[in-house]
T-cell receptor
Framework: SQELEQSPQSLIVQEGKNLTINCTSSKTLYGLYWYKQKYGEGLIFLMMLQKGGEEKSHEKITAKLDEKKQQSSLHITASQPSHAGIYLCGADNQAGTALIFGKGTTLSVSS | EPEVTQTPSHQVTQMGQEVILRCVPISNHLYFYWYRQILGQKVEFLVSFYNNEISEKSEIFDDQFSVERPDGSNFTLKIRSTKLEDSAMYFC?????????????FGQGTRLTVV
């Protein structure tokens, strides 16, 4: 079965600093999704990537899917306290009928 | 902006009792899902629902679980006889198309505590 590994597990950065979160799949990714979760709350959709080499940006967050479609990165530029939360990567399962998730990366931003 | 809404936000129940978790998906979405997240663990898929029937279910979704779309707006998850290990955050999600290549939108979750 497919597994998603996220790194780092947790991250503390100073406000204004850049950071990157990685998501590595044990199998080829056919759809990769980034979500943000505040502790104890729901998942907020950030971005979806499907094509090898694809890159998408929204405000100060950029997500990329590598050419081989086995790794994705989420980059935050000039982090702010509002960026704090748990970032989850999700991928379509083999049948394309549900999502599997990584364990998440907890981001704290200190001001 | 349309959103998935879930009720209740918190539910405490005694072991062995039945619970029904409710969800109102986004109105033009056709695919509905339940996921759960045990504290400190991954978000796990339970079941997907399309055209008034289950399209896929995971190993977690055993005979104790059932889903229903009783009317045009609600989507429910029933746990017949709750166990301590059912304590988790339960998320409802919906998507316009089937999961492959379509973003799913999640509700805020129902925190279920079984005592």
């Amino acid at each position: 079965s497919q597994e998603l590994e996220q790194s780092p597990q947790s991250l503390i950065v100073q406000e204004g600093k850049n950071l990157t979160i990685n998501c590595t799949s044990s199998k080829t990714l056919y759809g990769l999704y980034w979500y943000k979760q505040k502790y104890g709350e729901g998942l907020i959709f950030l971005m979806m990537l499907q094509k090898g080499g694809e890159e998408k940006s929204h405000e100060k967050i950029t997500a990329k899917l590598d050419e081989k479609k086995q790794q994705s990165s989420l980059h935050i530029t000039a982090s702010q306290p509002s960026h704090a939360g748990i970032y989850l990567c999700g991928a379509d399962n083999q049948a394309g009928t549900a999502l599997i998730f990584g364990k998440g990366t907890t981001l704290s931003v200190s001001s | 902006e349309p959103e998935v809404t879930q009720t209740p936000s918190h539910q405490v129940t005694q072991m062995g009792q039945e619970v029904i978790l409710r969800c109102v998906p986004i109105s033009n979405h056709l695919y509905f899902y339940w996921y759960r997240q045990i504290l400190g663990q991954k978000v796990e898929f339970l079941v997907s629902f399309y055209n008034n029937e289950i399209s896929e279910k995971s190993e977690i979704f055993d005979d104790q679980f059932s889903v229903e779309r009783p009317d045009g707006s609600n989507f429910t998850l029933k746990i017949r006889s709750t166990k301590l290990e059912d304590s988790a955050m339960y998320f409802c999600a919906s998507s316009e198309g089937g999961q492959g290549g379509t973003e799913a939108f999640f509700g805020q979750g129902t925190r279920l505590t079984v005592v």
